[in-house]
Structures are given as C-alpha cells and as structure tokens.
C-alpha cells in the first residue's frame, strides 16, 4: 500500500516537473508570435523585395498580379511557419522547381536575405529568432541560386 503510494507520488511530481520544462520550451514559431505575426513579416518582406532595385524585375510579374501574389505570400507564411515549427503545411512546389530557369545569382539571393532581415527588424524580431530563421532558410541556396 505504502509502496503504492511512493511510486504514484513519483509519477505525479515527475508528470509535473517534465510537462514544466516542456512548457518553458517555446518553438521558433510561438517565439516569433504565431501565424498573425509571420504574415505582418511576410507582407513586409515581399513589398520590400518589390520595390528593391537590385531584384524588382524579378518579382514584378507577381506583384502586378493580385491572386498571384496572395497565393506567393501564403506559399511564404506556410513555408516560414511549417519551418518555424508552427502548425502550417507548405504545399507550394519544392525551391529547386520553383526556381527553376530564373537564372538567380548569389548577390541576388544576398539581396533577397537583406529584404527579409529588414522586415524582421521592422517587426523587431529578436537577434536569436532572427539567427534561427536564416539558419533555417539559408541551407535553401543551394537550389535557389543557379548563378553562383
Ligand atoms: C531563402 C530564399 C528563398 C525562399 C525561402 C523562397 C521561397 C519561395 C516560395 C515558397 C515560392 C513559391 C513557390 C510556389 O509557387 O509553389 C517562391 C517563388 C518565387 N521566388 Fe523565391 N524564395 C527564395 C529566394 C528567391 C530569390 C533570391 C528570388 C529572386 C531574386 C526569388 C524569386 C521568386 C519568384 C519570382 C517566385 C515566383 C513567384 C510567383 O509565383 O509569382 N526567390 N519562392
């Protein structure tokens, strides 16, 4: 009885001390402030790359195109917060087919990542998020650029 009662306790305060550690444990996608969040950076980062001189031309048939550039940015949020952990699910094409034959070089992708990190800090991400995301979307290159 007696020892019963030990091991319950033991499952009990063991149940809460793990769930406690857990719960302090916050994915990238909860840090950054969830879907409502991503999509305010999303929208930023896209204008942003729009009106950047050294990549407009690349985006100005989507920019002029409203249900092509909604259906871009959602491709953007889904892919940002399935990556940050979130509860999305990309279902846009895999980066090697989208940007296929689009000649992208290596300071066009610079450019691109300068775009994301001003939207970021307009939102002031934190440094650490920040870092995470890149660290997340800068392995992406190798099947973006095709100019290195
Ligand atoms: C880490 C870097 C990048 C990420 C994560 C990214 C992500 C994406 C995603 C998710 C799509 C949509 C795919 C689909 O339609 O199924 C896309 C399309 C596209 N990307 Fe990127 N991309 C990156 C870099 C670049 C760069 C450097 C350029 C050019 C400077 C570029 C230009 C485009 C264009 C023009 C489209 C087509 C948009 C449309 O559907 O009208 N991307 N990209």
Redesign the pocket.
Same mark, same amino acid.
């Given at each position: 009885m007696r020892k019963s009662l030990t091991i319950s306790l033991c499952a009990v305060l063991l149940t809460v001390a793990t769930s406690t550690v857990w719960a302090k444990k916050k994915t990238l996608y909860q840090s950054l402030g969830g879907t409502p969040a991503i999509t305010a950076v999303v929208d930023q980062f896209v204008t942003n790359?729009a009106t950047d001189n050294r +990549?407009k031309a690349? %985006?100005a048939?989507?920019a002029s195109d409203p249900a092509?550039l909604a259906? %871009?940015k959602k491709?953007?949020v889904d892919?940002i917060c399935e990556a940050a952990g979130g509860p999305c699910k990309y279902t846009? @094409?895999d /980066?090697k087919t989208?940007?296929a034959g /689009?000649g +992208?070089t290596t300071a066009? %992708?610079n450019?691109?990542?300068e775009d994301l990190v001003a939207a970021l800090d307009k939102f002031k991400v934190k440094k650490k998020d920040k870092d995470a995301l890149l660290g997340v979307?800068g392995p /992406? @290159?190798s099947d +973006?650029v095709e100019k290195p």
């Open positions: 790359c +990549i690349q %985006f048939a989507t092509r259906a %871009f491709n953007l892919q846009g @094409k /980066m989208a940007h /689009m +992208i066009d %992708f450019a691109l990542v979307l /992406m @290159k +973006i």
